[in-house]
């Protein structure tokens, strides 16, 4: 197979887009699908001071270099989780990746806040995946706003969202469902949160690192298992298969057309937040505690 | 295995409702089933005078049988398309079936109309389906309204809807999910049209069909292959497979909370009806001349 641009020996065939690529013109074709997904939905500003999200695994790595290489002004962060061996891994993979092509990174250890995730799986009654997003997303804001940051980046690519998207669907959650998408307003106490790789799939993303040879970290969370969510990814590669180009009109076809009529039946019903009376950071909670400082008595009282 | 209800051995088992049946108690369970998908969407009162379309395949002899039996006043109707060998062996069961049960049947025969399907299909250059489907949804409507009957009854199931809820899901298709759904109101010409087999699988019906010795035609259409359908229905047998009793949450999640944001978006936007200059029944095309009509205008002047 041929490139579609240079007739080069082609590297990577996309279905989905109907070419195949040489790896010099996928990786021009990599940053076209960020900077489309950029402007299309208006995510960053040339001035924007970004702080991005990195787990260690592949999409956030490369979204970091590639946001770095277009010249916009970014600074890593890496929360560590204090799994045992699984997190000193992925934070080696995060730190030499920083190190080699000169990156700020910001490390924040949980332990040291008293939120060891282990610890913290061991005090909850339930499973510690949405306590744990909860943290991360607590630190990713906080540390946001005390840098000065204007927004947070994630490396969530097409195929995360779309499945997030189906599985709101089928439950008809109209709240997700309002503000699903790649650009979350900043305002009340948080920095906008957006999703850069929206537009490029997991497939995509591998061979984008690949190519830039990025060394990721790719072994599971061994406390999450994540049957739901692959389930649903599985069902959506079938369909891809079956109708290369569906899934990113599934997801480009909510932004345009489905999200404001859930918007629309959403509005009024707006979160009143004030701020936690332990940590400061906006909650929605009865009690002015947020969630982070909840499970942090939790852990200390178990402890 | 044995029957939840009674346990004698059972004859079907439901993964998605966690029971197995023997064949009375399946009957029972398939007649509830229908009663709580009537009154959940209030599709019939008891003095309606129902019109059933009968294909000639499971679902709507199923249909058929059960509301007679439930003790509603139904007729079948079966649009004859005159295709070669198909069409002779669809009515044949449709009228030995009516025979068998006593019921009363209504045929209408397109050829008489000048729609013999195989002439709308080569007068047309595109897929005869979309205009097949119009063509028997015109009649249906038409034979209700002359007949005085108050509702036409089709044999959709839990599969055909959750199917085309996906398919119009997947394209974020406001206009169709403003009011997709068991009942669609009778109102400027129209009669009510509902589909009482809503809550109902392919599966059960099926069983149901076997259990009452129903002789039904199931040779798929020569003309359509189905294939988009076919795709999406596989891709929810698996998420069916994978999470039991997801694919009735859908839908009924939709009933519940999704359609009306989207009748929202669409509220206002309603097209405006005039009676077809033709035949008189209502159009929404500027030139007032019904899509049906077209279609015997086209065949007309080919032929």
Not at 1 to 25: P, Q, Y
Not at 109 to 136: F, H, Q, T, Y
Not at 155 to 164: C, I, P, S, Y
Not at 211 to 226: K, T, V, W
Request: net charge positive; with cysteine.
């Amino acid at each position: 197979m041929k490139c579609k641009v240079c007739k080069d020996t082609a590297a990577v065939a996309l279905r989905s887009h109907n070419s195949a690529f040489c790896a010099k013109c996928f990786k021009a074709f990599f940053r076209r699908e960020v900077e489309r997904g950029i402007h299309a939905q208006g995510l960053l500003e040339p001035d924007d001071r970004i702080l991005v999200a990195l787990s260690g695994g592949k999409d956030s790595l490369a979204l970091m270099l590639e946001l770095s290489l277009m010249g916009y002004d970014v600074t890593g962060l890496h929360v560590d989780l204090d799994i045992p061996r699984s997190s000193a891994a992925a934070r080696g993979h995060v730190e030499r990746f920083c190190a080699r092509h000169g990156l700020r990174l910001i490390v924040k250890e949980l332990k040291a806040e008293g939120l060891s995730i282990p610890l913290v799986k061991d005090a909850l009654n339930r499973p510690v995946c949405s306590a744990c997003g909860k943290i991360k997303r607590h630190f990713f804001n906080r540390i946001a706003m005390e840098g000065g940051f204007t927004a947070v980046a994630t490396g969530h690519n097409l195929d995360d969202e779309a499945a997030r998207l189906f599985s709101n669907t089928l439950r008809w959650d109209v709240g997700y469902l309002s503000d699903q998408g790649p650009r979350l307003e900043g305002e009340n106490g948080f920095v906008r949160k957006i999703k850069p790789l929206w537009r490029l799939t997991e497939f995509e993303t591998a061979n984008y690192a690949f190519l830039m040879g990025i060394e990721n970290h790719y072994a599971p969370c061994p406390y999450s298992p994540g049957a739901t969510f692959s389930t649903l990814k599985g069902l959506l590669q079938k369909l891809e298969a079956a109708m290369p180009g569906r899934k990113l009109d599934f997801y480009q076809g909510f932004l345009k057309r489905g999200r404001s009529a859930f918007a629309r039946e959403q509005a009024g019903s707006a979160e009143v937040l004030h701020p936690c009376t332990e940590c400061g950071y906006p909650t929605s909670s009865g009690d002015r505690v947020c969630g982070v400082c909840r499970i942090r008595r939790v852990v200390r009282e178990k402890v």
